[in-house]
């Protein structure tokens, strides 16, 4: 399963090699949309030179159902989410930090002793041993200061005590302590083995979940998903999709009212324009709360390679007083404290990512008719540009 | 302010041998700010900005133990010892010069050292002759900052125009009110559109050892750069290749769009059952591209006036060129800048807008997309290091690891140092036709900029130097050029 990673870290040079090859071969496609090529034929390379091909384009067809209220789109069916998960990194788990692996870690808490890890495994361990190591080293750093103390108390010579040394455990050099081995007697694990088969098989209660964005990319660029709504069940056409992710972001209004007027300033629109914009040049993009920015972006996707660059999303009104008169108050529209940027751009290039600020320009009422937001028309009237963001540090920059 | 305040302290933990043996531990920050070893200061010579020292452990419970309060006793007199040392000025090295409050300007009469190969302009004034007669004649005089670095730094003697008769006796060799280092600062702060924040900068800089001037020239008579080549003619020969061949894709496909009829806004994707081209992922993710993007497309203003009048008064505008210490600089005629500086205050000055960052780009001109870190030849009979390198180079090599620093690949796979690489300046970077070839590095292989650094660097640059209450943190804010550089 290419969800699980093998435990054993080697830190040899073909490190990651096998798997790499391994993912390169189940994440081959980067869009859901595959190419299937008719066997060689002589037809087929008399078409080729005529530059047509007998090339079959399939297109998945997933469903999801929507879900106005988490304002995503839950893909139940565990083929269609591996497929999404596959071809192009598209949602999440709801219960796992990217891909659904929830139902391979309970697997894996059954068996005992299992071999391999999910992803969230691995990073758990990893933690887990840091802060073992960051205790051990705290404590030799201890040790060595009284041992300094004892020798001024006692001969007067001072020593400054090392923070660093053969006596201090670095982070190259600290190995976790063996796993104690268990010293039960054989007969009753033999016994804990055969249990596991008398459980009944674990249901898979995890669903992958999409933003409005993935999956109005899916629905309406690729035609590769088919989204239900969450009431009669029944498919909804394109339009109908349209309208209800632009009114998910809206304020509700009670029922018999009539739904409210669309915006040009709705934040689907505006993060539909960047995802898709991004996703057209090829990149993987993926949600970035975690580094305090809109969206990260990877190249051919997450389980190839870290992260980029992180995205800040800033609206642009081109009309000041559309800004003043507008319903939302849509984050990052007006520029924001130093302080902030210094924070997020810290906290990127502390992970190795550079900071981009994504201007999305939102149009002005006075120029466009409203009813230009009844199709996906209207994003044509959208532009997005990128400002980089880095440090620019005199004293390395002499020469 | 401290000079090594950027630097690495990787060295200085390899001190005396005396010590215990030291290693640079990963996780002591490069950036924080330890307290500074004064024990190591000579106690009466002249006061030295001392290098940082490694961060101590936390104190004991109780004010710290014997031994932590011997230790920091000991650095508190070493630093007392180091402040109470009188400055002295050698009076072989000084200069001097005359401030003249009306016209914002310092005339030097005495110019000793190096500074002023870097600073200062010459200025032509009126002087009156001893005949009576009035002749023009020019003389070297310095801005306010100028005035005020020097002056602080004690290279400078500064005297105040004054009305006093100077021929009296007694007077010989004053040329007016001495000047002490408040009252510079004080009188020479506000004039000529400095700020405490752009001085700030500016001496941050010059004690780096950069030369710094006006970009808007104060006076006629203030030299200045020559302007900016017109954006068209930087064009690298490698990337014309490289645009043909993106662009012509794009121009086929929309081609194609305009046969087939309009496009369809319910269905943006076609791919055409027969046509060989189409059926690969690179025409797909090319077919998608039909947001408008880059900063080409212009902005929008239902009102232009008022868009006009918040571009006067905007604070963002250059206001510091920056010359490297080792671009060669020519005080009448300084060169193109390295860079370009604009300085804000952070606690009444917010982001910059959108607009604000496009009228500075604006000004700027357009730089070739950097080119990668020169590696050393392999040689053809060695595929196992030519296997290892591209393997180093494809970043999908360090997932799940601590990503190394970009260097360390290059130098760690190549044991032999690399080739010094010609440092290349501004105006090299930008007409590479006006100068001879540089001799090739590589044998048969080209170097093409990496798409990550071109993304990186963008494709203008602007700096802000962004003064929190005297705490300078430099910004780059770059061009984006994302849609130049796809990933598929």
């Known amino acids: 399963m290419s969800m699980i990673t093998p435990s054993t870290r080697s830190r040899g040079p073909n490190k990651g090699g096998a798997r790499r090859n391994e993912n390169n071969r189940i994440y081959a496609n980067p869009l859901p949309i595959i190419f299937n090529e008719p066997p060689p034929s002589r037809i087929r390379s008399v078409l080729n030179t005529l530059g047509l091909s007998l090339t079959e384009v399939v297109s998945p067809h997933c469903e999801g159902i929507f879900d106005p209220i988490t304002r995503s789109v839950w893909v139940t069916s565990s083929k269609h989410t591996m497929l999404l998960w596959r071809r192009g990194f598209f949602g999440k788990g709801d219960l796992s930090r990217s891909e659904p692996s929830w139902l391979a870690r309970q697997i894996n808490n059954r068996r005992v002793g299992g071999k391999q890890m999910t992803s969230e495994e691995v990073t758990a361990k990893r933690r887990a041993e840091r802060r073992q190591f960051k205790l051990d080293r705290a404590a030799a750093i201890a040790a060595v200061a009284a041992e300094a103390e004892a020798i001024f108390e006692t001969e007067g010579r001072v020593i400054k005590p090392a923070l660093s040394g053969p006596a201090i455990p670095s982070a190259a050099t600290w190995r976790p302590a063996p796993a104690p081995v268990p010293e039960t007697p054989a007969t009753p694990t033999l016994e804990e083995e055969e249990e596991p088969v008398e459980l009944e098989p674990i249901e898979d209660i995890e669903h992958l979940q999409l933003t409005l964005q993935e999956a109005f990319f899916l629905a309406w660029s690729l035609d590769c998903l088919t989204v239900l709504d969450p009431h009669t069940n029944d498919a909804m056409t394109l339009k109908q999709i349209w309208h209800a992710f632009q009114i998910a972001h809206l304020p509700p209004t009670l029922p018999p009212a009539p739904s409210p007027p669309l915006q040009f300033d709705n934040p689907f629109l505006i993060n539909y324009v960047v995802y898709h914009h991004y996703r057209s040049l090829g990149w993987v993009v993926k949600g970035g709360i975690k580094f305090c920015v809109d969206y990260l972006l990877y190249k051919r996707g997450p389980v190839f390679t870290h992260a980029e660059f992180a995205m800040v999303v800033c609206p642009i009104y081109e009309d000041s007083e559309d800004q003043e008169t507008s319903s939302l108050d849509l984050q990052n529209s007006s520029p924001f404290a130093w302080s902030w940027l210094s924070t997020i751009n810290r906290v990127n290039s502390q992970v190795q990512k550079t900071l981009i600020l994504v201007y999305v320009t939102i149009p002005a009422r006075s120029r466009l008719s409203l009813d230009i937001l009844n199709t996906p028309a209207c994003l044509q009237h959208y532009s997005v540009r990128e400002v980089t963001i880095r440090r620019f540090i005199p004293a390395r920059m002499r020469d | ?488």
């Open chain 2, 1 to 488: 302010m401290d000079d090594s305040l950027e630097q690495p302290t990787a060295l200085l933990a390899k001190s005396p041998p005396s010590d215990q043996v030291e290693e640079e531990d990963d996780q002591s920050s490069d950036e924080e700010d330890g307290g500074l070893d004064w024990t190591k200061l000579p106690g009466i010579a002249r006061p030295v900005i001392p290098k940082r020292g490694e961060k101590d452990f936390e104190p004991k419970p109780g004010g710290g133990s014997g031994l932590q309060l011997h230790v920091l006793d000991r650095a508190r007199a070493a630093m007392f010892d180091a402040l109470r040392a009188t400055r002295t000025i050698s009076s072989k090295a000084v200069s001097y010069a005359i401030w003249y409050p009306n016209i914002g300007r310092s005339h030097v009469t005495l110019a000793k050292g190096i500074h002023f190969s870097s600073m200062g302009h010459s200025a032509p004034r009126p002087v009156l002759e001893e005949n009576g007669k009035e002749k023009i004649q020019k003389r070297l005089e310095l801005l306010p900052e100028e005035t005020i670095y020097l002056v602080e730094r004690g290279s400078l003697f500064c005297w105040k125009e004054t009305d006093v008769d100077l021929s009296a006796p007694g007077m010989d060799g004053v040329a007016g009110v001495p000047m002490t280092v408040q009252q510079v600062h004080t009188e020479m702060i506000g004039i000529e559109d400095l700020t405490l924040e752009k001085y700030q900068v500016y001496t941050y800089l010059k004690r780096l050892g950069y030369a710094v001037t006006r970009t808007n020239p104060p006076s006629s008579y203030y030299p200045t750069p020559p302007p900016w080549p017109t954006a068209t003619q930087p064009k690298k020969r490698l990337t014309i290749f490289q645009r043909i061949l993106s662009i012509f894709p794009l121009w086929t496909s929309r081609l194609r769009r305009l046969l087939a009829g309009g496009f369809d806004w319910w269905r943006p994707l076609r791919i055409s059952r027969w046509l060989h081209h189409d059926k690969n992922y690179g025409s797909l993710f090319r077919s998608l591209r039909f947001m408008s993007a880059g900063h080409n497309v212009p902005l929008h203003h239902p009102n232009p006036e008022k868009r006009l009048e918040k571009q006067k008064s905007s604070p963002y505008q250059i206001f510091y060129n920056l010359y490297k210490p080792s671009t060669p600089f020519k005080r009448s005629a300084p060169p193109l800048p390295d860079f370009q500086i604009v300085v804000i205050n952070a606690r009444t000055t917010p982001m910059p807008t959108l607009q604000e960052l496009t009228d500075l780009f604006d000004e700027l001109p357009t730089l070739p997309p950097p080119l990668p870190r020169q590696r050393r030849h392999i040689p053809p009979q060695t595929s196992t290091t030519v296997a290892a390198n591209t393997r180093a180079a494809d970043p999908g090599a360090i997932v799940n690891t601590v990503a190394p620093p970009p260097v360390t690949p290059a130098r760690t796979l190549n044991p032999l140092p690399s080739p010094p690489v010609p440092r290349q300046s501004l105006i090299r970077r930008i007409f590479p036709w006006a100068f001879a070839p540089l001799p090739p590095q590589t044998t048969g292989q080209v170097r093409r900029p990496h798409p990550f650094m071109a993304l990186k660097a963008g494709r203008k640059l602007i700096v802000i130097a962004v003064v929190d209450a005297g705490s300078i943190s430099f910004f780059r804010f770059g061009q984006g050029d994302f849609t130049e550089w796809p990933m598929a």
